[in-house]
Structure formats: C-alpha cells, structure tokens
C-alpha cells in the first residue's frame, strides 16, 4: 500500500504513539529507543532521522518536578527523614522516564517529518522515498 505523499496523521497521532510519520501505520522504533530503518508499512526511510537527545530536557523538567514535588509531600506529609521520600520518588521518576522517553523522541521525529526539518539542515525524508 502506498502511503499519501502529503501527511494527514498528527505527529501525536503517530510519533507520540511510536508509529510512522508518514502511513501511522508502520512501528517507529525497532527496540526501546532505536528508530528503525524503514517503515515496515509504507518503506519511509527513517535512517536518517533521529531526534537525538533532543526529548531529554523535556523528561528532565516533567519527572524532575513530579519527583521533587513527590518527595517534598512525602516528607512534609508524613514528617518523615530524607531516605524515604527518594525511595517513593525515584521509582516514580524512573516509571515517567521509561514512559515517556520513548513517546517523546517519536512526538520530535514526527514533528521533524511534518516540519520538513532533517537533523542534517535538510529534508532528508524527501532524499529517496
Ligand atoms: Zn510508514
């Protein structure tokens, strides 16, 4: 099946979704976080597409406040010393990342698709597909 050449899916559609840019339909990573070669469904090339560590910072401020406010409660609520609110948070803040790292590398890729924006300046989508 061939894909329209004009994007009609959201990137939170798709890329939030770990799902092609392009067809919606094909899986975005091939493992965790590695972005697959080729789009099973469609064939976009996506070798050349990675968001990088460009989905870090964002992670960083949501599981870093919901971790801090977490062990803030924590240890106001229950009066307790500093040991426990970083055991409650820390697996909270791990949950978040494994969560949402990967939703929000696809949420950036699909937005570089939309966008017409390729790592190298260019539109490397448009190159061979
Ligand atoms: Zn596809």
């Known amino acids: 099946m061939k ?9 939170w559609e798709t890329g939030f979704r770990g799902l092609c840019p392009r067809c919606g339909t094909g899986k975005l ?3 965790f976080l590695k972005v697959t070669e080729r789009c099973d469904h469609c064939g976009l090339d996506l070798s050349q597409e990675d ?10 401020l949501i599981a870093g406040t919901l971790g ?7 240890m106001f609520a229950f009066e307790t010393g500093v040991m426990t609110p970083m055991l409650v948070a820390c697996p909270v803040v791990a949950a978040v990342v494994f969560l949402l790292l990967p939703r929000t590398k696809g949420l950036l ?15 490397t989508f448009d190159a061979d597909s």
């Open 109 to 123: 890729i699909a937005l570089q698709y939309l966008n017409k924006a390729g790592d190298t300046g260019v539109n």
């Open 51 to 60: 968001a990088g560590d460009g989905a870090v910072p964002f992670i960083i």
């Open 29 to 31: 990573y091939r493992s």
């Open 68 to 74: 801090v406010g977490i062990g803030i409660w924590v």
């Open 3 to 11: 894909a329209p050449e004009t994007p009609t899916l959201s990137a």
